[in-house]
Each structure stands twice: as C-alpha cells, then as structure tokens.
Nanobody, 125 residues
Framework: QVQLVESGGGLVQAGGSLRLSCTASGRAVNSPVMGWFRQAPGKEREFVAGILWSSRTSYADSVKGRFTISRASTKNAVYLQMNVLKPEDTADYYC???????????????????WGQGTQVTVSS
C-alpha cells in the first residue's frame, strides 16, 4: 500500500546541504507530477518544488536558487538537493505525486493524491 518512501532528512548546520530522495511504487509510478512540500510546527503545509514529465520545474520563492528538484530517468524517483540551508527551512518534508494534470496548470495541494510519510529536516543556527 506504500506509494511513496522518503529518505535523507536529518540535522544539519546552517549553510550546509542535504539531499532528499523519494521512491514511488504501485499506482504512484510514472505520475505526471511529483513534488515536495514542507510543514513546520504551527504552520500550514506549503509547496516547495515540483517537476513534470517534461522536466519542467517550479520552486517556491523562498527556496529558489538554493534548492534543486530532479527526476530519475525511470520516472519512479524524485530528489531534492537542498543547499545553503537556513533555520527557517526546518520542517517535515513530504514527497507527493499527482496522477492527473490539467494542461500546464500546477496541481493544488489537495490534488496530490499520493503522499509519503515525511522526513524531518532540522537546521541549527
């Protein structure tokens, strides 16, 4: 029943780097849209980065230039390279996949139908 499995989270000093991995299985394999979201304590879950079959990407303004999302050629794995990490990046990071995409419109949060269990990222000052 597990569709997405994340790994790579941990504790890192400000300015450091982490690489998150997400592997898809079952119905989540070959999803046209995959992305990363994060949720900090007391805050709403927010979009971080997304990638399409065409390798087109999108980033939140807060991480643009620091984070890079990529997709394996097999289309069953997605990665998030996080550089120059800041304390405000501390959150639980979730991998997500959407099975349907309408034209070139990025799916809303509620339209992602597959979610991982999350991996915690903590950035110390």
């Amino acid at each position: 029943q597990v569709q997405l499995v994340e790994s790579g989270g941990g504790l890192v000093q400000a300015g450091g780097s982490l690489r998150l991995s997400c592997t898809a299985s079952g119905r989540a394999v070959n999803s046209p849209v995959m992305g990363w979201f994060r949720q900090a304590p007391g805050k709403e879950r927010e979009f971080v980065a997304g990638i399409l079959w065409s390798s087109r990407t999108s980033y939140a303004d807060s991480v643009k230039g620091r984070f890079t999302i990529s997709r394996a050629s097999t289309k069953n794995a997605v990665y998030l390279q996080m550089n120059v990490l800041k304390p405000e990046d501390t959150a639980d990071y979730y991998c997500a996949a959407a099975s349907v995409m309408w034209g070139d419109t990025w799916p809303r949060l509620d339209e992602y139908n597959y979610w991982g269990q999350g991996t915690q990222v903590t950035v110390s000052s």
